[in-house]
């Protein structure tokens, strides 16, 4: 007999009622295990982002394009110390709805720009440079259409015809590459510029956005103002800040997503909150007379209280970890299908930290007032004896 | 465990309750004493104040004014918090209707004052089972209340007082809600702690039968003790 086999037993002496809260639990955490992970993923690129790393686009839009010319103008620029470019390029495989993410890019500046990021074995660098219709996947997404090196893969799109007329573009597969930390996206794939710019129909010697890397993040509103009184006045203006920044800009787009997220855990939690607090208040009061019994046989009012409160702890941790686990196995299955949509759904262990710090604070919250009732029972009154 | 001759000792003790507006006085500079090794029955009319003594003794209510001593420490003037470390190492209660907890088994229930003590889990497994041997119901100790009749339920409660080795047994209607025969039982069971283990035994009761066992009773009436002293049979 141990103080958390009595806390169990009192928790289940009604098993449907402690299932039923147990179920309401599991659902409030299923819902924040899923919707933090997802908050987690639409603001990865924030989280890696590099400090050193600007991104120059158009100060319209970054959907709009930018002179090739600017590159060399940019890698000018004292305190720059590598310039690479980039296209989006979009596309799908196979059939519409399997959209993924293709970019055009310089293969030896793309490379050198995401080198700390990036793992890339030396001979796919070498054929990724030489061959012209050579294209470099993602760990991620070579998994999910089961490419390997040496496949030839045609990528259709509906936004680039070549100048054939052709939707269609074709790849030879000359290597995979890695993320060399977990939250780094691998679900795209790189392919050489020229032969983009060569073969497409339309917009020769533009390109979509720069990114470059400066001696120091110190120097980066220095070199940032530098670039864009560069270009000021001309017909391609930029705008040029943070990878960080930008990638949060991008995010800004969609809404305040962690709000959004904060305010339907939130409705979660404080629904199941008042049915669970309000339901073990009943269950304490059936109890006054164990606990007058317990009060007799000698327990003093602080073991009382943590008794109850144990119980609500207890409670929540049994159905919170049944959720989060359900959430992180619910994200895995879905992980594949949401990919266009959500390159990196994780299930890092900082949600599961929140979510326990949180299974202590739904417990000690739901379990305090019937704590502290239980405790200022005067054990005369409590067995109904004066 | 209790160490003064006197087991329990009350002096000039007053004692009311408030039912509406009206005060109702239960004791008025009420004395007793009560001598360790004692089995005292005490009887009297619904209201005469008889639970309300047990609970003074016990240290779950406080009087008005006056003394109550209890092995030696006068517990009047303790907090709660000390009353029920207290009441764990020196008192055993047992009530007319068992207050067993239903989801644990008889030797979970026995143990329970046991988690207040720094004995270890195997430890107080084993002080439970001699606890149930005592009583006589050691081969039931996996049992639940619910698979135990009245009498059965009556010994667990009787082994979860005596776990700790207290010195003073309040009973408050041990016998209440049993038939003859097992409360004939329940009374030999408490007679043999007294006699062989020296607990001193105060024990409410309605029951003339009952009240036979003790070696004196008390009739309270009123708030006052209206005969002091009547030797058992």
Known sequence: MTYLLLMRKNLFRHKLRTSLMIMSIFTAFAIFGVLASIERSVNAGQDIAAADRLVVVNKISFTQPLPIAYVDRVRAIQGVQQVTHVNWFGGYYQDPKNFLVALAVDPASYMQVYGNELDIPSDARQSFIRERTGALVGEVMAKRWGWKVGDHV???????????????????????????????????????YDYFDATRAFGQGQIGWMVLKTASPALND?????????????????????????????????GNIRLIMLLVI????????????????????????????LKSLGFPPGRILRLILGEAILLALIGGVQGLAWAALFIVSVRDSVRGLLPQIPISPDVALVGLALMLGFGIVTGLIPALNAMRLRVGAALGRS | MLTDTATARLVGLSKCFVKG????????????????????????????GKTTLLNLLGGLDAPESGEV?????????????????????????????????????????????????????????????????????????????????????????????????PSLLLCDEPTGDLDRHSADEILRLLKSLNRDLGKTIVMVTHDPAAARYARRTLHLDKGRFIEKLELAA
């Open chain 2, 21 to 48: 507006k009206e005060p109702i006085v239960v004791f008025d500079r009420l004395d007793l004493v009560i001598p360790q090794g004692d089995f005292v029955a005490v009887m009297g009319p619904s209201g005469s």
């Open chain 1, 266 to 293: 939130g409705a979660a939690f404080v629904t199941i909150l008042m049915i669970v607090g309000n339901t073990l208040m009943m269950s304490v009061r059936e109890r006054t007379r164990e606990i007058g019994v």
């Open chain 2, 69 to 165: 001593h209890v092995g030696g420490t006068r517990i009047d003037r303790l907090g709660e918090g000390q009353l029920a470390r207290w009441r764990g190492a020196n008192i055993g209660f047992i009530f007319q209707f068992y207050n067993l907890m239903p989801m644990l088994t008889a030797g979970q229930n026995v143990e329970l004052p046991l988690l207040l003590t720094k004995l270890r889990a195997k430890q107080r497994r084993r002080y439970a089972e001699t606890a149930l041997e005592v009583v006589g119901l050691a081969e039931r100790i996996n049992h639940y209340p619910r698979e135990m009749s009245g009498g059965q339920q009556q010994r667990v409660a009787i082994a979860r007082a005596i776990v700790t080795d």
């Open chain 1, 154 to 192: 045609t990528i259709a799109n509906n936004i680039y015809v070549q100048r054939n007329g052709s939707r269609s573009w074709d790849f030879d597969i000359v290597g995979i590459f890695k993320g060399k930390k977990p939250e780094v996206d691998t679900n795209y794939m790189i392919f050489q």
């Open chain 1, 222 to 254: 220095q070199i940032a103002r530098t670039i864009d009184q560069t270009f000021a006045n001309s017909a391609y203006e930029t705008s040029t800040d943070t990878e960080k920044a930008l990638n949060k800009a991008f995010v800004a787009q969609f």
